[in-house]
């Protein structure tokens, strides 16, 4: 199971920490990433950390603004946004699959496990 939580209301330029809390999972052999989805609009990839976190990827739009992190003495997964833009309103999704590569990769359809989402307001 996989819950987020963190969302919130923020102004351009601020900053919020979503949480995602991963249980049932051996944790430290799990990938898992962030996505997106804003009214209207398809689902998008966000970010991805490896089962030790030491590969992370983000997509053009949040690279330098977003962090991926993990503590997987916690079973926690964070994304750290700062710098927050209008155009990163949505509901963002926590998700991960069994992964023992130390890499990670961002296409939804490799996720096998997703959270209900936690929305995310970002006001000019």
């Known amino acids: 199971q996989i819950a987020e939580f963190g969302g919130g209301l923020a102004q351009a330029g601020g900053s919020l920490k979503l949480s995602c809390k991963g249980s049932?999972?051996?944790?430290?052999?799990?990938?898992f990433g962030w996505f997106r989805q804003a009214p209207g609009k398809e689902r998008e990839s966000v970010s991805c950390?490896?089962?030790?976190?030491?590969?992370?990827e983000y997509t053009d739009a949040v690279n330098g603004r977003f962090t991926v992190s993990r503590d997987n003495m916690r079973n926690m997964i964070y994304l750290q946004m700062d710098n927050l833009k209008p155009e990163d309103t949505g509901v963002y999704f926590c998700?991960?699959?069994?992964?023992?590569?130390?890499?990670?990769?961002?296409?939804?359809?490799?996720?096998?496990?997703w959270g209900q989402g936690t929305q995310v307001t970002v006001s000019s």
């Open positions: 950390i490896s089962k030790g976190g030491g590969h992370r």
């Open positions: 049932g999972f051996i944790f430290d052999h799990t990938a």
């Open positions: 998700a991960a699959y069994f992964n023992m590569n130390g890499n990670c990769v961002m296409t939804p359809w490799t996720f096998t496990s």
